[in-house]
């Protein structure tokens, strides 16, 4: 089965710091990939990379086997349908109900003043119902965002990205600020939905025991380099001090940062 996201050779550049150097590497549908990696080793500049707010220098990325590189307007719009993200911070509007964030997941398919006036049609409403059903939170749809507690938030999330009917799911550091047991729920919700509905998930976390138990893979960065892509399982105590540079702490902490972090750039 052909890649839904695929990552050949990319090198990105801020000045004197490289962020990334020959970077390859693909996930299948329904496949849950887990990148980590120090910080400053080149997590954040991939997921960048593959939502077009920064070009590489040199590679390509490919989404549904289409070249992101050159896409402007309309083309560049269609392919971010296909790319739905999950953000530490949930990125929710709390004063507005959970519905309607979900419902938030359909501005690229229907006309603007839909979304403005919230006005979205009845198929768009009963999608984004079934979607907070899938992750459990139907019985939530009319609350406050603001109101949820937030793993329920993290899930409204998902919850959007399903309505959104992407097929990449970039998660960045989606569960960094939930306890171990609404984590646990978070990444259980995402690893179903992905086999689920054939969407192919790369999720970086901190926490390397989550993502032996999460990930079906591993790529870790260090420097801005692969130095690891296997199974989720070769991510031994062995292999984290190779990746982290120090030995690995007690499960559920997270790994230690031992790399400078590339200077930040403003989204493009």
């Known amino acids: 089965m052909p890649p839904v996201l695929s990552l050949s050779g990319v090198s990105k550049t801020y ?3 490289t962020a990334l150097a020959d970077v390859s590497f693909s996930l299948a549908p329904g496949e849950v990939v887990a990148l980590v990696g120090p910080s400053g080793a080149g997590k954040s500049t991939v997921f960048r990379c593959v939502t077009r707010l920064v070009d590489p220098d040199n590679g390509s990325v490919s989404v549904l086997g ?3 590189a050159g896409l402007g307007g309309r083309a560049l719009r269609e392919a971010r349908r296909d790319i739905g993200l999950i953000f530490q911070q949930f990125n929710l509007i709390g004063r507005m109900s959970a519905l309607d964030n979900v419902l938030a997941g359909r501005m690229g398919h ?3 003043w839909r979304v403005v006036a919230r006005m979205f049609p009845a198929a768009d409403r009963q999608l984004a119902l079934a979607c907070l059903d899938r992750v459990g939170l139907l019985d939530k749809a009319y609350q406050r965002a603001d109101s949820l507690s937030g793993g329920q938030q993290q899930r409204v999330a998902i919850a959007r990205v399903l309505a959104q009917r992407s097929r990449v799911l970039l998660a960045d550091e989606p569960v960094s600020s939930l306890d171990p047991k609404a984590a646990d729920t978070v990444l259980g919700v995402l690893r179903t939905v992905a086999r689920e509905n ?3 998930v790369l999720c970086s976390l901190h926490q390397v025991d989550l993502a032996r138990r999460f990930a079906d893979r591993v790529v870790a960065l260090r420097g801005g ?8 399982g070769a991510l031994t105590p062995t292999a984290f001090a190779d990746i982290y540079g120090t030995p690995e702490p007690p499960a559920g902490g997270p790994a230690p940062s031992s790399c400078e ?5 403003a989204a493009a």
Do not use: F
């Not at 380099?225 to 989720?232: D, Q, S, Y």
């Not at 972090?261 to 750039?265: C, D, K, N």
């Open 15 to 17: 000045g004197p710091t």
């Open 66 to 68: 289409r070249d992101l």
């Open 110 to 112: 229907v006309a603007t």
């Open 198 to 200: 054939g969407i192919a």
């Open 225 to 232: 380099r692969v130095v690891l892509e296997a199974p989720a």
């Open 261 to 265: 972090a590339p200077p930040r750039i």
